[in-house]
């Protein structure tokens, strides 16, 4: 007998994939091939909350388990919110910790006005370690203490903290954390380091994004958690991240920034499930615009990019769609071309629903044998694969999607580029947490 | 960049609506380096050109021949520039520097290779120092050592030379012989970062109309205005090739990346890679890409096709952009392009120094059989 209070599990459950725009929200559910977009019935609301309850109601009559997760994209409303000059976002702090501050003004701000402007004051720390990690300069300790003597003087409690070298030796990042948070009781601390990627420039936009989004996406997750406690059954929510994959909420809450650019990589994926395809190349439309992407063994095709609107490159993947002639494919027809026929939301909501949990990991590292090259390379896939497993997904089912080692050109030999991609199941023993 | 009369395809001045161009087309000459720092280093330089007006881009026949001119260049790896930013006055003080040992004053800058993020910086030096950009380079692309130049090849000295790193802190290279210099400085640069702001190659512009490669950095401009028109890959090569010479080898879907981490000559800085590329349509083909800091040698299905010193990039046809060799991943749908370096370097002396065999591979270069 099926019991109400446990989690939805197997081909019985129908999944539902919502996208949440500034105005409204959208919502499709999908169980096995079926998708039925989900439209609310007036005088049935269309916020977050009205879309939801519509649509676990048409998973109830579609599935005989009903809904076993709800996964929201949340990215239009986090770039909507960036967006908008008088949209209520905390001020953030952001400290740089290298040898030697700016001496040109442009080099001491983010080249993205986006950026900047949620950027209430700046410090610059002396310190800092090359990308092998060496120490380039002691941390200013005199510097640090009298940044936290002014940072605790101005009310600001959103702080972005970016260290040169701090992927291969987070050190100096995490003495600045400790005495702000010290000087700052409750102060809320994104660190560059816990996204690794490549360029000063593109981690601490990261990481600004990041604070900026925290308030906005706690709330958000609030309301969602709380329309789930009050449908029927035992729904697990998940939140769609920028690689087209998920996290838990637990996670987004934290790294608000992986969330950011979802909608893309969902719709790709959406189109690609749609059309029953594992491979191929998405056309889409954007302002009246052709544009191009790519999906590959069922996950769309990401990187770290310039994501339309943010005039600055992110450290964390996206799917970055690019311009695309109308009449021509130039893959050289060795995968199909599709020109989805629905709607991007449905797109998104479907490619929503389908996703998987997934992380990336993007490291630079020196080795000096083969053998020290496999070494790095398994250390990497077993630190993405731990990494999965705490986004949501099943003990066991996780796997690599995508690994490349390259040399890093013009460095000392042995230093290497190192990214890897894993994908997993979801764990449904998750639900309702 | 405004045209000047009688002198078609280059230009007068290099203003910030030139950067977002300028940066392309340094990009198609060095696809080594990725854009983890692309935003920053063109909104400083746009904004410096914004701030002290646009920088005069001449000839070298166009300036005095007793002018004294210096080359400058970002010695080291773009990855540890992307992460450890310039503070900005990086290149001004190495050619300060220069200038204070030679007691001269340097009437023209120009870059040491007019490709990747070292053509940019020799706008920016300009700009600080408020004198004309030479319309020449040392490489007309890159090559991994400071004395693969045209100028070395002409008997001018790179020395005395200046590199500051980003920490500041500075290093000053007197010695007889190129080869030095590049051991000399290379174990310096790792100590300050990773990366350096080099100036080097102090002489006249006398010295460079016979010594430096001409019409590169406006050829970078031509090429970049290319690649910002995103167009059809197809239309794209075969713009890119009347401009250039460049041509297609094949089209493929990157099959493999394989890190070899066999140790190489200390003076070739990276471990040797290698790609395999399964052409799509054509004649199906497999393709060998071997690596270094650029590419090196193209084979197809076991035969050489291009090598050093042809300029061997791969197009990202998907996306429509030049794809960078730190980020290149398997399944990416890639050209494969060739485009002739300048004629210097098919001489026996320029073989000798860039070509295949400097990078541990002796075979016949294609253009020789």
Redesign the interface.
């Known amino acids: 007998m099926y019991d109400h209070q446990m989690p939805a599990q197997g081909d019985d459950v129908a999944h539902i994939g919502v996208t949440l725009r500034p105005h409204r929200a959208y919502a499709a559910v999908v169980h096995g091939a079926t998708v039925l977009p989900v439209e609310p019935v007036a005088p049935a609301r269309a916020d977050l909350e009205g879309v939801i309850a519509a649509a676990v109601g048409v998973a109830l009559r579609a599935a005989p388990g009903g809904a076993g997760a709800v996964t929201v994209d949340l990215a239009p409303l986090l770039l909507d919110t960036l967006v908008r000059t008088e949209a209520e976002v905390p001020p953030v702090a952001a400290v740089r910790i290298?040898?030697?501050?700016?001496?040109?003004?442009?080099?001491a701000r983010s080249?993205?006005e986006l950026v900047e402007r949620r950027i209430a004051r700046r410090w610059t720390v002396a310190g800092?370690h090359?990308?092998l990690g060496n120490e380039?300069?002691p941390l200013d300790g005199d510097g640090l203490a009298l940044l936290c003597e002014e940072l605790a003087g101005t009310g600001i409690r959103h702080v972005a903290i970016v260290a040169?070298?701090s992927?291969a030796r987070p050190a100096h990042e995490r003495e600045v954390a400790d005495a702000i948070l010290a000087a700052v009781p409750g102060a809320r601390i994104s660190v560059a380091s816990d996204y690794g990627?490549?360029?000063?420039?593109?981690?601490e936009a990261t990481v600004v994004i990041d604070s900026a989004l925290t308030a906005l996406t706690e709330r958000v997750l609030d309301r969602c958690e709380r329309t789930l406690a009050r449908l029927p059954g035992s729904l697990e929510l998940r939140v769609a991240r920028g690689d087209g994959g998920y996290s838990t909420p637990s996670r987004i809450r934290v790294t608000p920034v992986v969330a950011f650019g979802a909608t893309e990589a969902l719709e790709l994926c959406g189109a690609a499930h749609l059309a029953g395809l594992d491979d191929c190349?998405v056309l889409l439309s954007r302002d009246g615009r052709p544009v191009?992407g790519?999906v590959?063994h069922g996950l769309a095709?990401v990187?770290?990019?310039?994501p339309v609107g943010i005039?600055?490159?992110l450290v964390v993947p996206m799917a970055v769609l690019?311009?695309a002639?109308p009449d021509?494919y130039?893959?050289?027809?060795?995968v199909p071309v599709i020109r989805p026929e629905a709607p991007p939301h449905v797109l998104a909501c479907v490619g929503a629903a389908i996703s998987q949990p997934a992380s990336w990991l993007d490291e630079?590292a020196f080795?000096e044998?083969?053998a020290?090259?496999d070494h790095v390379r398994r250390d990497a896939e077993e630190r993405a694969t731990a990494m999965v497993m705490a986004n949501g997904a099943a003990p066991g089912s996780t796997r690599v999607a995508?690994v490349?080692?390259?040399?890093?050109?013009?460095?000392?030999?042995?230093?290497?580029?190192i990214?890897v991609r894993v994908a997993g199941s979801p764990d449904t023993s998750l639900a309702g947490r | 960049m405004t045209g000047q009369p009688g002198y078609i395809g280059a230009s007068a001045s290099i203003t910030a609506e030139d950067v977002p161009a300028l940066y392309e087309g340094a990009k198609f000459y060095s696809p080594a380096v990725g854009d983890a720092n692309r935003s920053s280093i063109t909104s400083w330089l746009a904004g410096l050109l914004d701030r002290n007006g646009p920088v005069p881009l001449l000839r070298v026949e166009a300036v005095p021949p007793e002018t004294p001119c210096v080359s400058v260049c970002v010695l080291g790896s773009g990855s540890a520039m992307a992460d450890l930013p310039p503070a900005g006055d990086e290149f001004e003080m190495a050619v300060r520097q220069i200038e204070r040992l030679q007691r001269v004053s340097f009437g023209a800058v120009y870059p040491l290779a007019a490709a990747t993020i070292s053509a940019l910086v020799a706008v920016v030096a300009a700009a600080q120092l408020r004198v004309p950009l030479l319309d020449a380079d040392g490489m007309g692309r890159t090559f991994a050592l400071i004395h693969h130049t045209a100028m070395h090849l002409s008997g001018v000295s790179p020395t005395p030379l200046a590199a500051v790193g980003p920490t500041g802190e500075s290093v000053l290279v007197e010695v007889p012989s190129g080869p030095r210099a590049d051991r000399m400085l290379r174990a310096n640069v790792d100590t300050v970062g990773g990366w350096a702001a080099l100036a080097a190659y102090p002489t006249t512009a006398g010295v460079l109309r016979r010594a430096a490669l001409p019409g590169t950095v406006s050829r970078i401009a031509n090429v970049g205005r290319l690649l910002l028109d995103r167009t059809d890959p197809d239309v794209l090569v075969t713009r890119l090739g009347t401009i250039t010479g460049c041509r297609r080898l094949a089209r493929g879907r990157i099959a493999e990346l394989e890190h070899l981490s066999r140790p190489s000559d200390v003076t070739i800085p990276a471990h040797p890679s290698s790609l395999v590329v399964e052409e799509t349509g054509g004649l199906g083909r497999q393709l060998r890409i071997e690596l270094r800091s650029e590419i090196v040698a193209v084979f197809a299905d076991g035969a050489l096709v291009a090598g050093a010193p042809d300029l061997i990039s791969l197009l990202d046809v998907s996306r429509g952009v030049l794809a960078t060799l730190d980020s290149l991943e398997p399944g990416d749908l890639v050209d494969v392009l060739a485009t002739p370096a300048d004629a210097v370097w098919y001489s026996p002396r320029g073989m000798e120094m860039v070509g295949m065999g400097s990078h541990g591979i002796p075979l016949a270069h294609p253009r020789r059989r």
Do not use: C, F, K, N
Not at chain 1, 303 to 306: C, E, F, L, N, T
Not at chain 1, 404 to 417: D, E, W
């Open positions: 290298v040898p030697r501050a700016a001496t040109d003004p442009a080099l080249p993205a800092g090359d990308l380039l300069t040169a070298g992927q990627g490549q360029g000063l420039v593109a981690r190349r191009a790519e590959r095709v990187r770290p990019d310039v005039g600055t490159e690019t311009g002639p021509s130039p893959g050289g027809a060795d630079v080795i044998s083969a020290e090259l995508e490349s080692t390259v040399a890093v050109p013009y460095s000392p030999s042995g230093t290497i580029r990214r």
